[in-house]
C-alpha cells in the first residue's frame, strides 16, 4: 500500500485523503517535516496559495517540502500548482519545483466558478472539472508535458516527470481517475528507486 501525504495546512485535504482512501492508499495528513519521511508521494491541496506558504514557513515546512517535491511525486491542485510553479505573474514564485507558469484567479472571483467537462490525455472520456478561483498554466518549459486543455486552449493540467499540476479541484468530483494517475506515478517512482 502506498503512503500518499496531504499537505494538512489549509484547504480541501480531507476531500483528498477521502479520494486516495477510496482506491486504496494510505492517506497521511502532513503537518510537520518529519511526515514527510515515508511517505511516497505527496498532494498539495486547493485552498489559498499564498497562505498555505505562510504557515508551511512558520511551522519549518517550506524547506522540507520543496526538498520532497524536487525528488519524490507531488501533485498540486489549484493553489497546490501555483505552489509548485518556478513562474507566478505578478509575485515571487513559492516551491518553484516545475517548470511551469501561472496566472492566480485567472477566471475571476469564487462567484465565477464553473465546471466543465475536459478531454485529458490518456483518458477514454472526459473529465468533469470543478474551477474555483483557479489559476491557469499560462506556459510550460520543454520537459512538461500539457494533459489538458480548455475549449479555448488554455492549459489546465502538465505533468513534469514525478510532478502533476491541475488548475481544478479533482477532490470534489467522484471520478478517481486523476488520483489513480497520480498513484501510478507514484507506484513508477517507486519502481525505479
Not at 510553479?85 to 514564485?93: F, L
Request: charge should be neutral.
Amino acid at each position: 500500500m502506498l503512503n500518499i501525504g496531504v499537505l494538512a495546512l489549509q484547504g480541501d485535504f480531507a476531500e483528498h485523503a477521502a479520494m486516495l482512501r477510496q482506491i486504496g492508499a494510505n492517506p497521511i495528513e502532513v503537518r510537520k517535516a518529519e511526515q514527510l519521511a515515508d511517505l511516497h508521494g505527496l498532494i498539495i491541496p486547493g485552498g489559498e496559495s499564498t497562505t498555505i506558504s505562510r504557515v508551511a514557513r512558520a511551522s519549518g515546512l517550506y524547506e522540507p517540502l520543496r526538498e520532497f517535491a524536487a525528488r519524490k511525486p507531488t501533485w498540486g491542485t489549484c493553489a497546490g500548482a501555483i505552489l509548485l510553479a518556478k513562474r507566478v505573474t505578478g509575485q515571487e514564485a513559492h516551491l518553484g519545483v516545475m517548470d511551469i507558469a501561472v496566472t492566480r484567479n485567472a477566471f475571476g472571483r469564487q462567484i465565477d466558478s464553473f465546471s466543465t467537462e475536459l478531454l485529458v490525455e490518456g483518458f477514454e472520456r472526459p473529465l468533469r472539472a470543478v474551477f474555483i478561483r483557479a489559476p491557469i498554466i499560462e506556459s510550460v518549459g520543454a520537459g512538461v508535458r500539457v494533459l489538458a486543455r480548455l475549449p479555448d486552449g488554455r492549459i489546465v493540467a502538465a505533468q513534469q516527470g514525478h510532478l502533476l499540476a491541475t488548475a481544478f479541484h479533482p477532490e470534489l468530483t467522484p471520478d478517481t481517475r486523476l488520483h489513480t494517475y497520480f498513484l501510478d506515478i507514484c507506484h513508477q517512482q517507486r519502481v525505479m528507486a
